[in-house]
């Protein structure tokens, strides 16, 4: 049944035509399109994108009071463009608490997939519910590492951010979109076979209270109240006067802001009255994510909540196997019991400082560190440079499902435990040629499209 106020919810829709990496024209735009034939589904308006950031530039200038919700019909990389547009506004204090809603038509739909919007129809479902809840919103400020160049720049985040072989699954696929959600798994498996591994330099505030790793966040989950005893927040924007950052403190309730200090460099945020934790070593999987899953079939870190206030950090130590990768490519990696290896370090922390080591010994024009990699941000490319990364308690408001739960991953057949053996069998051999053979295949695929 439709609530009959869902005749009256005035939403602004954004439907993507283009991939946010290779810019060029994607599947998701026949999904899209289908989604406006249902029957109160249709929004009071809607823009089709037309090139990489026009989501961006768009709500940068949209007249907020005359809709109810923003609703983006894509993946990841869209909704990104729209919370970067909402917070790069004068009126940012109010326009953030615009509801935004996320209708699945791209191929990773992290955050749909973990609030249980598995496919176009249960997103549109869950728009016209109108259920609203918190969602913590990330400052990420990027910084040159010659200092003669323009200063730090600001970018959010709602996801994740990836180093290592996360991001260079993330980006390099882009190529495969038109295997979808497989792009994944078969580039994942070209990227284990020549596995790379980059050196840098990770210092972390680790948040002291924090939930039973076997929590998992729901509807009614207390990390939604926990703001409601201090309305304040601090956040990190970027003053479109002078141009510089600042550090400023947020009145929910007022929507006034009081500038508390300007930031001239992201290595000036590791105070001294802080216990921060230092690791220097090579690093072959890094991410630092918001939400339980990153694709339907990946579910990154188990217990994530969407509004506690800190991040779920993890890295691999260097000598993971290609093994115990491609376990975690197709078994482990589909139930989050990855994270339970000798290998993996989980940690939560409410910020933390990432500098790639050549970035420190090289100075690279822009300060891109050459041979480090790539970040993902959300599923959008950014420069490897030194970054900082801070997490805002339920700064935004996501549309999201009014059920008691989250259907935070998608049911899954359960997985059969065999007693392990010390030796390969004929069917571990066989699973080793074909991915041999999808590797050499995927590569050849690469190639071609370079």
Known sequence: ??????????????LSTHSPVTRKPNK????????????????????????????????????????????????????????????????????????????????GNGLAHSIG????????????????????????LLEPYDKEMTQSDVKYSFLSLTWGIVADIDIESDKLRWLGSLRFIVSGLLRIFFLKKYRGHLSYLSEE?????????????????????????????????????KRVKWERQSSTIKEVEVITDICSQKRSDEKWDEVRDEFVYFLSTNTPLLTKEFKAAPSAHFSDGVMDLIYFKPDVTRKALLEMLSDTGVTGEYIKENHVIYKRVKKFLLIPDKCEESGQAEGQAEGQG?????????????VYVECHQGVANLICRGAGYFASHPPTPPITQKKKSSSWSVSHLIVLLLSVSVILLSWASLRLFD
């Open 209 to 245: 209270e924090t939930s039973s790793s076997d929590d998992k966040c729901h509807f009614h989950c207390p990390c939604f109240e926990k703001k409601q005893k201090n309305e304040a927040e601090t956040i990190i924007i970027k003053d479109r006067k002078d141009g510089k950052l």
């Open 117 to 140: 919007n598995h496919d176009p129809l249960s997103g549109a479902i869950t728009v016209i519910k109108r259920k609203t809840k918190p969602l913590d919103v990330w400052s990420v």
């Open 28 to 107: 998701s735009k026949r999904k899209s399109r289908r989604c406006f034939n249902w029957p109160h589904t249709s929004p009071t308006s809607f823009v089709e994108t037309k090139h990489n950031g026009h989501a961006k530039e768009f709500t940068e200038q949209l007249d907020i009071s005359k809709y109810d919700g923003i609703v983006v019909l894509s993946g990841d990389g869209l909704l990104h463009e729209v919370l970067n547009g909402l917070m790069n506004r004068d009126d940012w204090m109010v326009a953030i608490r615009t509801p935004i809603g996320c209708i699945p038509a791209g191929s």
């Open 374 to 386: 790539v970040y993902s941000l959300d599923g959008e490319l950014v420069p490897t440079l030194p």
């Open 1 to 14: 049944m439709v609530p009959r106020k869902a005749e009256r919810f005035a939403m602004f829709s954004f």
